[in-house]
């Protein structure tokens, strides 16, 4: 699991270095934590366009549906043009042999223009082609029915690039009287609109107009093109710069089911918002295409955030459902006051609109700039309740925060900005507890190693997070095995996990503060054997009616062991040991924006707080510290033994263990080597490199 950790962090780092510039040749970049400048609290949030446009579908929608099928789009034509004709027939009269010999003729005509199904006519709509084709030779079959038959001349010379002899055909069908063309008049009526599209657009939009009003009245719309029409009806408008109208009709196709609509509204809304203030301006006294761009707005923070505000004062738009989104994208604009202006608004509206999540939270966002704590924190409680969750697991929230670092409009970064507030409020307890169901893994882990306690923490611990509990958790298996805890503001970890590591957390302190006798009970289990064999053999170390040498074996045996297994029993999940990464990478930025907190006007860090930090943090105050620790007791122990070689192999090896990080505190130990031991190997040789030679009593040390 450890080598895929590495191999993850290492390739985002990777990419993560052209981008941005860090002193550290690898490292990940996370954007999993809020504890920061004011400006990481109040940055976003940003939602989602989709959910946003299906909020709004709650007006309901067309009467009529989109195809739902799995086949290709020809395959559909065949099949329609098969079963609408065998229909028709049966309901003509027409003799049943001549009835299959009639679809099996059409059916091989289709079968013939499957191939040119990119027509000419098709491109030439889109202006892909100039005008010059070459007909193709297809001919209608005879015997047909009048309204297929034209249909069907229309469709090859479609497929030919003749629109106008297409336009002809379809028009001949729609003249005829109403109970000779129930079968093929919304095909015709659909395909005059997207043959005049360019030439015509006018006429173009009547026909898709057309398309719709057919079916309502009964034609047989057997492919779904009511539906279709409303996109090449919107595509139509928005060629035109009538993204009012564009942006409402795609919203419609949508409603009918058509899972095309929503890649065109994200398509169309940033062509809207750059269109220019005549184009916004439209859209904003349309309160539906109104409704649409704010979505997008608030689900994409682009630019363009003050011609949106603009348009709608200029428009003179006030009192209207929705005031609650368009606070929340002021806000995202930088105009605060226009934000809370909108708050107000909504308040006024009939039914009023302070029971919306994002109501409560861009208002609390507003109240903690004014100083109101209290009254935003309560309002942030509630919006968290309401916001829809993302339903995103453990590791796709971490691939999505990593590759976009955005803010989601989701419950667990509201409770995150709750719990920054009760940190402001000295309320630490809460704070941590809001930090870890929201996923701010980094943020709780520094409350619960330097902030509280270790009274407090082991208490909430005990009260929260049973054994039973992180008992339930099982790892997954495997070198994709690894899903990080830095999910903060997307997702909620399963409160096992949350227990197994938090209790890992406090064992891992309760160690670092020698009270091992109470660490084993909340360390992982797989690390509680080295635990106990630290615990007894300093014991036996420290026994003074033991003799010298056998107490000196079984300290450098508690010191080798605190230097290859301090990380798990030991080591700080955040600074200074970074065992949250298993010590492959230090995160000196995520320090940094801590330690920016006092510069904070709106959020600041407290007094309390700081003395709280600088007294619980861990002794020393390195990376690794548990390796000085443990060259503490190397040295303790060598101070027991005489000179010699098995005390000069002790402050050989103990050196090394700092030596590469921190000459000077390594270099005690190297003048004591030269000094008490110059007459060994290991001593002679540390006088020849001036440092320490190579050596690991730890592997050769005799048991005591």
């Given amino acids: 699991m450890r080598s895929r950790l590495l191999c993850k962090l290492a390739l985002f780092a990777a990419g993560l270095l052209v981008a941005i510039p860090v ?28 959910d946003e446009v299906e909020r709004l579908r709650s007006g309901g929608g067309p009467s009529f549906k989109a195809m739902q099928s799995e086949s290709s789009y020809e395959a559909e034509i065949l099949e329609a043009e098969r079963a609408d004709l065998e229909r028709a027939l049966a309901e003509h ?14 059916v091989r005509l289709r079968q013939d223009m499957a191939p040119h199904q990119a027509s000419l006519g098709d491109l030439l709509t889109f202006g892909m082609v100039k005008p010059g084709p070459t007909p193709s030779g297809l001919t209608v079959p005879k015997p047909l029915l009048p309204e297929f038959a034209d249909y069907l001349e229309g469709a090859i010379a479609y497929n030919d690039g003749r629109l106008n002899a297409a336009v002809q055909a379809w028009e001949r069908l729609r003249r005829r009287p109403a109970e000779q063309r129930r079968f093929r008049s919304t095909w015709a009526a659909f395909m005059i609109g997207k043959a005049r599209i360019r030439t015509d657009p006018d006429r173009a939009v009547k026909s898709f107009q057309l398309t719709r009003e057919l079916a309502s009245k009964g034609f047989v719309d057997s492919l779904g093109l009511a539906a279709s029409s409303l996109g090449w009806e919107a595509w139509a408008e928005a060629e035109r710069k009538r993204y009012d109208r564009a942006l409402v009709l795609y919203a419609q196709q949508m409603r009918t089911g058509d899972k095309t609509a929503y890649t065109s509204l994200k398509l169309t809304a940033p062509e809207a918002l750059a269109a220019g203030p005549e184009a916004l301006a439209a859209i904003a006294r349309d309160p539906e295409a109104r409704a649409i761009l704010t979505a997008y707005f608030v689900s994409h923070d682009p630019d363009g955030g003050e011609d949106w505000q603009k348009a709608l004062a200029d428009a003179g738009v006030r009192d209207l459902p929705g005031a609650d989104r368009l606070a929340w994208a002021a806000y995202l604009a930088g105009d605060f006051q226009g934000a809370a202006a909108w708050l107000d608004r909504a308040q006024e509206q009939s039914p009023p609109s302070p029971s919306s999540p994002i109501f409560r939270w861009v208002r609390a966002r507003l109240l903690l700039r004014d100083g109101k704590l209290d009254e935003a924190r309560d309002l942030l409680a509630g919006a968290s309740s309401e916001l829809r969750d993302l339903g995103l697991g453990l ?3 971490f691939w999505i925060s990593t590759e976009t670092g955005e803010i989601s409009a989701a419950p667990q970064r509201a409770v995150g900005e709750e719990a920054v507030i009760r940190l402001t409020q000295r309320d630490y307890t809460g704070a941590l507890d809001r930090f870890l169901r929201s996923g701010y893994w980094l943020d709780a882990a520094y409350l619960a190693e330097q902030v509280l306690t270790l009274d407090e923490l082991k208490a909430y611990v005990d009260a929260t997070w049973p054994a039973d509990l992180a008992a339930k958790y099982e790892p997954p298996k495997g070198e994709d095995a690894w899903e990080p805890l830095l999910v903060g503001g997307y997702t909620a970890p399963p409160p096992e996990r949350l227990a197994r590591d938090l209790r890992d957390l406090l064992g891992r302190r309760l160690a670092r503060e020698g009270r091992l006798a109470d660490a084993g009970a909340y360390l992982k289990p797989e690390h509680r054997p080295e635990l106990a064999s630290l615990g007894s053999r300093l014991a036996a170390g420290r026994d003074g009616k033991r003799p010298a040498a056998d107490r000196a074996r079984e300290l450098f045996q508690a010191a080798c062991l605190l230097r290859h297994q301090g990380m798990e029993i030991t080591g700080t999940v955040v600074e200074p040991d970074w065992a949250l990464l298993d010590g492959f990478y230090e995160m000196p930025w995520v320090t940094n924006d801590r330690d920016a907190r006092r510069e904070n006007r709106i959020v600041p ?93 730890c592997a050769m040390a005799p048991e005591p």
């Fill in 605 to 697: 860090v407290t007094q309390d707080e700081t003395r709280r930090a600088e007294r619980h943090r861990g002794r020393p105050w390195k990376r690794f510290h548990y390796r000085y620790r443990a060259a503490d007791l190397a040295w303790d122990a060598a101070k027991l033994l005489p000179s010699g070689d098995e005390k000069a192999a002790m402050l050989a090896t103990a050196g090394s263990w700092i030596g590469s990080r921190d000459p000077e505190a390594a270099d005690r130990f190297y003048k004591q080597l030269v000094h008490c031991c110059g007459s060994t190997d290991l001593g002679r040789q540390a006088d020849e490199l001036r440092w320490f030679p190579e050596a690991d009593a």
């Fill in 23 to 50: 002193v550290w040749a690898c490292g990940p970049y996370l954007p999993n934590w809020i504890l920061g400048p004011d400006r990481l609290l109040f940055e976003g949030p940003i939602g989602t366009f989709k």
């Fill in 93 to 106: 009269g027409t003799w049943t042999m001549l009835r299959g010999k009639v679809v099996e003729n059409v």
């Fill in 395 to 397: 590791d796709e929230a």
